[in-house]
């Protein structure tokens, strides 16, 4: 045979003769990670392939913390366990399976064997323990004579950890030295129907023969492997609690003819098992564990493991399927899609064995052995492969070298494997140089935009389709001379490989563009933002004096005198001077404010996010003073202007940026005829808002005078739990021959005229006594929150009104809560900070509102005495968007990292509920649960949440 012929064989046949020989290493050999792969694989099969319907009978007894609770600490006497029992065989009950030991004696232990040998129905367990002797082993842990004598079986409770350390099987017996005990399910369930479970138990006693006896000591024998299934939430038995069966006889009934397993569920208390399902969840109660097991036993829906020469025939019967169909396939391509296909049959036929004979064989020797004969036969096809590569490497780097851009080659892991010779005038590096640098490094030197690159790269290997970046990068070369690239990012291949990016030199087309573009909004003479950027700029701050309750002003700018300084001098004269009056208005102005020539000799100011009025008399104040001072043009010394400035207020005056324009003209023009060199503030003839604002005043005076005012209160929900977790008090004002108006109709107004500071204090006295009063009904108890304005907020004597308030009510200062605005808490920190220590020094909380709208200093943040944070509503009902959502994750780890409590405001949908639930958000409060309600409403509250609401947070437990 020649050496082609040769290595041809061999390249057919050693991939599977290999792998054949790992198969058989596999299943011959106990190696721990095949044995953890194998029990991976009965935990995701088995739930797909399990043949028969799971049945519930079993419930659980739980000894629970509520238990402890109720009954004292453990271990209780013998004659509360005797009193359920009684309970249970008396409800009828088919069979009670006990898991507690009862090995040590007890003074109740007569009045216990008495309610035992009475029900006739009651298995007590058996478990192995260390023999006490020199000898050591292990030895039965058996209930006292007494006990023991009176129960109708024993049932031992020893289980079996596998090699990944978790509990998926039992024995159907064990013992000391000989299996004689049945296991605790198989007991209980033949004594809880023998007749009617006979084919189970026979299936049982079939699948003992596959299993020999198993010494697990010098003297713990056991026999006959329960394989149990996956523990999926669906078959989990039903619970109730040991205190709830005892106090309430009702409860028994409903378990007449089921079978009942009792035993400690509590944390600490409860010898928990480590179940695959650990893995999502708490591990499992033991009694949970023998009452999973009772009812797979009654389904019949046990497995027995088969040996490791069932696994080597799978494994060897596979690799003779894929050589031949290796051989039968001409195209590799083809071969190898076979060869996977293949790779799915051990899994495939593990699980239709669990499903046809509730046979478990593993299927890792064989899957194993199936992976590594195809990786050796792509590892001699790619060897063959090489070559050709090669060629076609050479022809793409020719390509390459002839593309206009610069292109960067780059692996899966961002490594640069080519350059082309326009790159590497970018980047002053060789391909020598530059293979095998991260792209990362490569660009950093060149640009501050590093990570908007690596982003898309890293984007394109990951999505696999071609990105454009919108905007160019900014790049400065190795020669010292700025770039503008775009970037564009091309995958290469499948999945695995690597892309291709293209950096596009549009320097000069940007440039052309930002000039044509700034000679569009700018006056030329000045440099000044022209009309239509002005208008641009003004329509934008008044949408943001809109969202956030700011104010804006305008200041129309005409200079006095300017004509004769134009008609004495000249034109060019003139525009020196303009050029100066430019350059002397934007130094009188913020860095953020905008300066604009509106045309001739006037000018605009836009100054925006101003508190108040005194604000925009400063700026008015400091332009007429420049403008005054002597200007110099084309030598010629001591030419004086001055100027009138008509100034309009937005959006008190106008929302609309033309209206504001016009009024701010009219304005200038009345000084110009008062005189001239002066500020005017537009005021229009007739102002409708201000008498209906007055009368709006006025009637809140008689409002507050005639107790027009009442208190809703809307409740807020604990999310984990689902209880009434507080109160937030919401005023309403019942308006003589108007009806109720709602608090933003006539806050402004109460604000604005100080009548806040009145309601506010009927609000927090009206609050405290609601709330006393239900105290002294025996109702349950739970924080009140009042809200305190910016005007209250203002004036220390709000210290004096909340201690009066808690003296004549008598409500405890722990419930009280006090809510402020985040803006109204940094209007002045410092102040903010010595008020809320003196509140909170009353003992009473402090919540802030509205968290996220205020932009807080988190350092400010930190000094005040904050217990809870309010996340805005605006951003509650808006998760779905990506920035609100990371807004609400990034306030929730805050004030849990500050140690405060999260209330999410506005949760008016199930999703908003999830989200925040799924991100550890404390409380929730808005209209999924309930609207603003009266006191007589609220009270049923107070005896608990109604169920719509234990049914939304229930839902959350169900994904």
């Not at 996956?230 to 205190?243: C, F, L, M, N, Q």
């Not at 494997?417 to 640098?437: I, K, M, Y």
């Not at 990362?440 to 030197?445: D, H, K, P």
């Not at 304005?667 to 604002?693: C, H, L, Q, V």
């Amino acid at each position: 045979m020649s050496r082609s012929r040769l290595a041809e064989a061999s390249g057919r046949h050693l991939p599977w003769a290999a792998a054949a020989a790992l198969a058989c290493a596999l299943s011959l050999l106990s190696w721990l990670p095949v044995q953890r792969f194998d029990l991976l694989a009965y935990d995701t099969l088995e739930p797909l392939f399990h043949g028969k319907t799971r049945t519930q009978d079993s419930v659980v007894i739980a000894i629970d913390d509520d238990a402890l609770d109720a009954l004292g600490r453990w271990p209780w006497s013998r004659a509360v366990h005797a009193r359920l029992i009684d309970r249970l065989s008396a409800a009828g009950v088919s069979a009670i399976g006990m898991s507690i030991l009862f090995a040590e004696p007890s003074a109740d232990d007569q009045r216990l064997a008495a309610a035992i040998a009475a029900s006739g129905r009651v298995v007590l367990p058996v478990a192995p323990r260390e023999a006490g002797d020199a000898g050591g082993g292990v030895t039965d842990l058996l209930p006292t004579p007494e006990l023991g004598a009176a129960a109708a079986a024993l049932g031992h409770v020893d289980v079996e950890l596998d090699a990944d350390a978790l509990v998926r099987r039992t024995y159907s017996r064990a013992g000391s030295g000989t299996p004689r005990w049945e296991a605790l399910a198989l007991a209980t369930l033949r004594l809880s129907s023998p007749a009617g479970h006979a084919a189970a138990l026979e299936q049982q006693a079939q699948g003992s023969a596959w299993i020999r006896r198993i010494a697990s000591s010098p003297l713990w024998v056991r026999e006959g492997e329960l394989l149990l299934p996956y523990p999926v939430g669906e078959t989990k038995p039903a619970r109730v609690s040991y205190h709830s069966l005892l106090e309430h006889p009702e409860l028994a009934e409903q378990l007449r003819g089921r079978t009942v397993f009792v035993g400690p569920t509590a944390k600490g208390l409860d010898a928990s098992l480590p179940t695959p399902d650990s893995r999502h969840s708490q591990p499992m109660a033991a009694v949970e564990f023998h009452a999973r097991a009772y009812d797979a036993l009654r389904s019949g829906l046990v497995y027995r493991g088969a040996g490791s020469s069932a696994a080597l025939g799978l494994g060897l019967a596979l690799l003779a399927l894929a050589a031949v169909v290796h051989a039968r396939i001409q195209s590799p391509s083809i071969a190898a899609a076979a060869v996977a296909g293949l790779a799915l049959l051990p899994l495939a036929a593990s699980g239709m064995a669990l499903n046809a004979w509730q046979l478990w064989i593993p299927p890792t020797p064989a899957l194993s052995s199936l992976l590594f004969g195809s990786l050796l036969w792509f590892g001699l096809y790619l060897q063959r492969t090489r070559g050709r590569l090669r060629h076609a490497q050479q022809d793409a780097d020719a390509t390459l070298r002839s593309i206009a851009d610069a292109v960067f080659t780059i692996d899966e892991s961002t490594r640069v494997t080519l350059t082309n010779p326009v790159a590497e005038r970018l980047t002053g590096l060789s391909r020598d140089e530059a293979q095998g640098s991260l792209i990362g490094n490569l660009v950093r030197e060149h640009t501050e935009q590093t990570s908007q690159i690596v982003g898309t790269v890293l984007a394109c290997l990951k999505n696999r389709h071609t990105i454009r970046l919108p905007e160019p990068i900014e790049w400065l070369g190795p020669d010292g001379n700025s770039y503008a690239l775009k970037l564009t990012a091309t995958p290469v291949g499948g999945a695995g490989g690597g892309a291709v990016l293209a950096f596009n030199d549009v320097t000069d087309a940007i440039a052309a563009t930002i000039r044509l573009r700034h000679e569009a909004t700018h006056d030329l003479l000045t440099g000044l933002p022209n009309r239509a950027l002005l208008l641009d700029r003004l329509r934008l701050a008044l949408a943001n004096a809109r969202r956030h309750n700011s104010m804006l002003a305008l200041l129309f700018v005409d200079l006095d005198r300017f004509k004769r300084i134009n008609d004495s001098l000249g034109h060019d004269a003139g525009d020196t001077v303009l050029r100066d009056v430019a350059a002397r208005l934007q130094a009188s102005v913020r860095a953020g404010d905008t300066i604009a020539r509106w045309g001739g000799d006037e000018f605009i100011i836009l100054l925006d996010k101003l508190e108040d009025r005194n604000a925009v008399i400063a700026v008015a104040l400091k332009v007429l003073e420049i403008l005054d001072r002597e200007f110099e043009a084309d030598g010629n010394t001591g030419l004086l202007l001055s100027c009138s400035i008509g100034i309009s207020v937005g959006p008190d005056d106008s929302p609309n940026a033309e209206t504001l324009l016009s009024m701010a003209d009219k304005a200038m023009y009345r000084g110009k005829i008062e005189g001239g060199s002066r500020y005017t503030f537009y005021s229009p003839e007739m102002n409708t808002w201000s008498r209906d604002r007055l009368d709006m005043e006025t009637a809140l005076r008689h409002g507050l005078a005639n107790q027009e005012f009442e208190l809703f209160y809307q409740p807020q929900i604990e999310i984990a739990s689902g209880r009434l977790a507080g109160l937030e008090s919401l005023i309403r004002w019942q308006r003589q021959g108007k009806g109720r108006v709602m608090p933003d109709e006539f806050i402004p107004a109460a604000e604005e005229s100080g009548i806040i500071r009145g309601i506010g204090e009927w609000a927090i006295h009206a609050a405290m006594r609601q709330t006393a009063h239900w105290n002294r009904e025996g109702l349950l108890t739970v924080p009140l929150a009042v809200n305190v304005s910016a005007r209250q907020f203002s004036d220390m004597t709000i210290v004096d009104t909340i201690r009066e308030g808690l003296a004549d009510s008598g409500l405890a200062p722990s419930m009280l809560k006090v809510e402020l605005t985040e803006s109204t808490a940094m209007r002045n920190p410092g102040y903010a900070a010595e008020l809320l220590h003196s509140i909170h020094n009353l003992g009473v909380s402090i919540a802030v509102d509205d968290f996220g709208t205020g932009y807080s200093s988190l350092s400010l943040l930190k000094r005040f005495p904050v217990s809870e944070l309010k996340i805005d509503r605006s951003f509650v009902g808006d998760v779905n968007d990506h920035d609100a959502a990371a807004i609400v994750r990034g306030t929730i780890a805050l004030a849990h990292g500050l140690g405060m409590t999260v209330v999410a405001e506005g949760v008016e949908t199930q999703a908003q509920l999830r989200f925040l639930a799924d991100h550890g958000c404390d409380v929730a409060q808005g209209y999924l649960f309930a609207q603003p309600l009266p006191p007589d409403e609220i009270r049923n509250w107070l005896s608990g949440p109604p169920p719509h609401v234990l049914h939304a947070i229930g839902l959350l437990s169900s994904k």
